[in-house]
């Protein structure tokens, strides 16, 4: 049986951004609340049956360790998109009701990426490299307008850009 190389998922390359002290902090955060459920709650005289109180121990450990790890991801995803860190942070600790982490997941600014000829960090939406004038997307020969990787023809003025199955080629860059 041959095991293929699977490519990486957003998703997966998402959680490994979270720091290892967010899955330690989550690990802590879950066998608290198993020991708050099985041995202290254990204690009380109206204490629900064991089965009951194994499940919620289980609820509310996942849910809290998943809390702390959402906490962790904002941590380290605010500092790579070039927000306060710290801020950003806090809020999503201390406002209530996981709201904080909501309000990051709605304020939160795009991720930037980098130019591919001189890595510098570019804006979402740019055309151009800011320091090298590097074509970031391929554009139409004639009129220089921006086109879309499969077109055949350009959308503004009729031009074919390329054989088919081929990509507009970039423009060249200056001297």
């Given at each position: 049986?041959?095991?293929t190389?699977?490519p990486?998922t957003?998703?997966r390359?998402?959680?490994?951004?979270?720091?290892?002290?967010?899955?330690a902090?989550a690990?802590?955060?879950?066998l608290?609340?198993q020991?708050?459920f099985?041995?202290?709650?254990?204690k009380?005289?109206?204490?629900p049956s064991?089965?009951?109180?194994?499940?919620?121990?289980?609820?509310?450990g996942?849910?809290?360790?998943?809390y702390i790890?959402?906490i962790?991801?904002?941590?380290?995803?605010?500092?790579?998109?070039?927000?306060?860190?710290?801020?950003?942070?806090?809020?999503?600790?201390f406002?209530?009701n996981?709201?904080?982490?909501?309000l990051y997941?709605v304020?939160?600014k795009?991720?930037?990426?980098?130019c591919p000829?001189?890595?510098?960090?570019?804006d979402?939406?740019?055309?151009?490299?800011?320091?090298?004038?590097?074509h970031?997307?391929p554009?139409c020969?004639?009129?220089q307008?921006?086109v879309?990787?499969?077109?055949k023809?350009?959308?503004y003025c009729?031009?074919?850009l390329?054989s088919s199955?081929?990509?507009?080629?970039?423009?060249s860059?200056?001297?």
């Amino acid at each position: 049986m041959s095991i293929t190389h699977q490519p990486s998922t957003r998703f997966r390359d998402e959680i490994r951004t979270i720091s290892p002290w967010a899955y330690a902090f989550a690990a802590l955060g879950f066998l608290a609340f198993q020991f708050l459920f099985l041995v202290m709650v254990a204690k009380d005289h109206n204490a629900p049956s064991l089965p009951i109180r194994v499940l919620l121990g289980l609820l509310g450990g996942v849910l809290l360790g998943c809390y702390i790890l959402l906490i962790g991801y904002v941590n380290k995803d605010a500092s790579r998109r070039g927000m306060s860190r710290w801020l950003w942070t806090l809020i999503a600790i201390f406002v209530p009701n996981g709201l904080g982490v909501v309000l990051y997941f709605v304020l939160r600014k795009p991720s930037s990426t980098c130019c591919p000829q001189c890595n510098a960090t570019l804006d979402p939406g740019f055309s151009f490299c800011p320091r090298c004038r590097y074509h970031l997307t391929p554009v139409c020969p004639r009129c220089q307008r921006s086109v879309s990787a499969g077109d055949k023809f350009c959308p503004y003025c009729g031009e074919t850009l390329a054989s088919s199955g081929q990509t507009p080629a970039l423009p060249s860059q200056p001297a």
